[in-house]
């Protein structure tokens, strides 16, 4: 009886020893928290081991800056505070199931003015970079609300009523200081909406032309849409940017329209986005495509030919309507677009491949997309993955996985405009 339960325990322990070792390997950990005072901003650089979504946001009275992720390991260290900043206090605690939170007690009112998540790369770790600035007045009430990043809280009472949650989920509220007046602070106003720069998404397909088809139902023109939307809420998130769409839902557009539209708007920048299709189901991978009047493989002028030819579904022949763009690509005008288009595919590129995303070998193509043919507008077709292959259909039906490639695009995005001096 005895060697019976000790034979017993032995395999209790072992078994929870193997839970144990089993369990989440990638748990995400904060490995640090970096601040730097520079003489219009304050930045805040939280150190992660893994890619995440998060969301930032200011609370008052007192001022916080506060930053959600998913469930997190805490593993900083001492943080050092450099002078000219006004942070207090960094605390951090559980705020609902998978949801933990970071709260920065700051001395003034203040404003964020940038956030964005950063992959890692040339050594550096993954990284949510947050600026932000004091600010008063009409600028601070206006602004003070504003929620930035792509993580979904389950908050029905919104961003600015989240004072209770610090002091339910063991995040102490800070004690009772009085704000200081900042009437003469002299901060950098945000960037009026009127100058931001123009980008329109174009989600491929839509309507009668579902796009490529993957397993369970799934339709190329519902994952663009998708995709678009979750791109759009990230870019708007930093505050710099306009964003407008070349179809808010499931209608169709020709592909001329879709070029047109861009262009009466006066777009800084055109980004149509795909999901391919092919006949080997092993095949999967992002790639991304700029104008060229020569493809860059076989494959790839298959691809633009049936994307060229999705208006003869309305009894259309794109290829017999722009006879005219061809003279505009040896115009220097358009050789400089082109080459702006090719500055940004390739940085997108790699910010992807550090994200995590998969890509196709050799990954930036060149072919003859009708709607990367604007003369005077830098254009990219991202294909986000395929449909044909069943795995990656799926996960880009996860507004997970959706929001990894958006992270990476706006940080591309960011760079391309800092290299044009926008």
């Not at 150190?47 to 930053?67: S, Y």
């Not at 063991?170 to 200081?177: G, L, R, T």
């Not at 009026?192 to 720069?197: D, E, H, L, T």
């Not at 800084?268 to 795909?274: A, P």
Request: charged share 25%.
């Amino acid at each position: 009886m005895r060697k019976t339960i000790q034979t017993c325990l032995i395999l209790l322990f072992s078994l929870l020893g193997a839970l144990t070792v089993t369990g989440p390997a990638m748990a995400l950990d904060i490995a640090a928290i970096r601040l730097g005072a520079h003489p219009e901003k304050t930045r805040v650089v939280v150190e992660l081991n893994d890619a995440a979504q998060f969301r930032a946001f200011m609370l008052t009275e007192p001022t916080r800056l506060v930053v959600d992720l998913p469930n997190f390991n805490w593993r900083v260290g001492n943080i050092a505070k450099p002078k000219g900043t006004s942070i207090r206090e960094i605390r951090q605690g559980p705020l609902q199931p998978g949801i933990a939170r970071i709260v920065i007690d700051l001395e003034r009112p203040s404003l964020i003015r940038s956030a964005f998540f950063l992959p890692q790369g040339q050594g550096q770790p993954n990284r949510i970079v947050i600026d932000f600035a004091s600010a008063d007045g009409a600028a601070f009430a206006q602004g003070r609300t504003k929620t930035y990043g792509s993580l979904r809280v389950n908050d029905p009472a919104g961003a600015s009523q989240m004072v209770a949650a610090n002091t339910q989920n063991n995040i102490a509220p800070p004690p009772e200081k009085p704000v200081p007046r900042t009437a003469n602070t002299n901060t950098k106003a945000p960037i009026p909406v009127a100058q931001r720069p123009l980008i329109v998404l174009d989600p491929g397909h839509g309507g009668e032309d579902p796009g490529a088809l993957g397993s369970r139902g799934l339709m190329e023109k519902n994952i663009t849409l998708a995709m678009a939307r979750d791109l759009k809420k990230a870019l708007e998130d930093t505050g710099r940017y306009r964003v407008m769409l070349t179809r808010e839902k499931d209608v169709f557009i020709r592909l001329s329209q879709r070029v047109a539209f861009a262009r009466n708007k006066k777009a800084d920048l055109f980004i149509s986005l795909h999901a391919d299709s092919i006949n080997r189901s092993g095949v999967r991978g992002a790639s991304i495509y700029t104008l060229s009047e020569k493809a860059s493989d076989a494959e790839t002028e298959k691809l633009a030919a049936r994307e060229n030819h999705a208006d003869l579904i309305s009894g259309l022949d794109l290829s017999e309507e722009d006879e005219d763009v061809a003279n505009i690509l040896v115009n220097l005008t358009m050789r400089d677009t082109m080459n702006q288009s090719k500055f940004f595919a390739n940085k997108s590129v790699s910010l992807l491949k550090a994200s995590g995303v998969r890509t196709l070998e050799n990954p930036h193509r060149f072919a003859g997309f009708a709607v990367l043919k604007a003369p005077d507008i830098p254009s990219v077709l991202i294909e986000l993955g395929y449909m044909s292959n069943a795995q990656e259909s799926a996960m880009l039906s996860n507004p997970d996985y959706r929001g990894k490639i958006a992270g990476a695009l706006v940080v591309s995005i960011n760079d391309y405009f800092e290299k044009t001096g926008r």
